[in-house]
């Protein structure tokens, strides 16, 4: 059984950066991964993605040159280093293993197959 769990959400100012970390079990060989995120009163959104092999990563216009996706297939975590973050990147930010669909222009998870955490809350004052 696939567990997905995240950590590292907290409050930081506008400017400031934060890093997230998602920690998996049972993780089959092969599988993307990738942080989505739902801001209040939006739909939840992907922000970031990433291929088993780390060879292929999508980003959010929003978050593109600030938010950084990487793995660790050592440790079984996936991380996003958020830099210059801004009040709108507020929101629960979802951890998700197995995407349906990875490039470097589309990232989609499957509502069949697709493995979620709880979500970690991330605030942005400004």
């Known amino acids: 059984q696939v567990q997905v769990e995240e950590s590292g959400g907290g409050a930081v100012q506008a400017g400031g950066s934060l890093t997230l970390t998602c920690t998996t079990s049972?993780?089959?060989?092969?599988?993307?991964m990738g942080w989505f995120r739902q801001r209040p009163g939006k739909e939840r959104e992907e922000v970031s993605c990433i291929d088993w092999y780390g060879l292929t990563t999508y980003y959010a216009d929003s978050v593109k040159g600030r938010f950084t996706i990487s793995r660790d297939h050592a440790k079984n975590t996936l991380s996003l280093q958020m830099k210059e973050m801004k009040p709108d990147d507020k929101a629960m930010y979802f951890c998700?293993?197995?995407?349906?669909?990875?490039?470097?222009?589309?990232?989609?998870?499957?509502?069949?197959?697709?493995?979620w955490g709880k979500g970690t809350q991330v605030t942005v004052s400004s």
């Open positions: 998700a293993a197995d995407l349906a669909i990875l490039t470097r222009f589309v990232c989609q998870s499957s509502r069949d197959s697709t493995y």
């Open positions: 049972g993780l089959p060989f092969g599988k993307a």
